[in-house]
């Protein structure tokens, strides 16, 4: 059976800041994340979310000020060829 967690969210862009409904489920290389919406007639959003070592703590990343690195699935910085 494929089990979903919940995952503390917010979505700070919409007029509406109160939680989110988002929930992942741990499958092979990485997380089913989904995000349910509406009330009446409910739909589900899913997409795939890479990590093979299963590392991601449902967390968003830390923001960094003027920054100009991009985190990979492992966590790594890279910096783009300006």
């Not at 700070?12 to 997380?31: C, E, M, Q, T």
């Not at 089913?32 to 007639?41: A, H, I």
């Amino acid at each position: 059976m494929l089990v979903f967690e919940p995952i503390k969210a917010r979505w700070d862009a919409s007029l509406f800041k109160g939680p989110v409904p988002v929930g992942r489920a741990k499958i092979p290389s990485g997380w089913l994340v989904g995000l349910v919406s509406g009330t009446f007639n409910a739909q589900t959003v899913l997409c795939f979310v890479p990590d093979p070592e299963h590392r991601w703590d449902g967390s968003s990343l830390p923001e960094t000020k003027g920054a100009k690195e991009l985190p990979n699935v492992a966590g790594e910085y890279l910096v783009p060829n300006a």
